[in-house]
């Protein structure tokens, strides 16, 4: 008893970093698999991206998507260094259930010129010759 109380405050901060840490993987876990349910049940369109909004801790692009004829505007987060340009297009993953609530900007994937416009529902597979695999990778390190 006299070893708990004595090292007590010791106890305490290892108790708040394995809680930490259990926060951490909790929450990593469920943003993993939120976005393999985005990549197996989700469709695509092209996004249209906005202005640039330069912050302190972080940046990000407006940008903006059409499905089913209703207009949603999302954020895209960035590293600081990356610069897309205004009005560019960009092929949108999104929820068809939530588009508004569960949709990402699949950065490394900008729409070719001969692609015009996107379906009201979206596509069910990406329109251009990409393996699932390789947006499952953006998606896990985004």
């Known amino acids: 008893m006299k070893f708990f109380i004595k090292y007590k405050y010791i106890f305490i901060a290892l108790m708040g970093i394995v809680v930490l840490y259990f926060f951490v ?20 369109t092209i996004g249209y991206v906005g202005q640039p909004h330069k912050q302190s801790r972080s940046s990000y692009y407006d940008y903006v998507f059409y499905v089913n004829n209703n207009k ?15 009005n560019s297009r960009y092929f949108v993953i999104f929820n068809p259930i939530n588009p508004k609530k569960n949709s ?21 597979e990406l329109p251009i010759p990409v393996d699932k695999e390789e947006i499952r990778k953006f998606l896990e390190d985004y």
């Open 25 to 44: 993987h909790i929450g990593n876990n469920w943003v993993k698999n939120k976005n393999n349910i985005l990549l197996d049940s989700g469709r695509f």
């Open 72 to 86: 949603h505007k999302r954020r895209h987060y960035i590293p600081r260094a990356t610069v897309l340009d205004k």
């Open 104 to 124: 990402l900007l699949l950065q490394p994937y900008p729409v070719p010129d001969s692609i015009t416009s996107a379906p009201p529902e979206g596509w069910k």
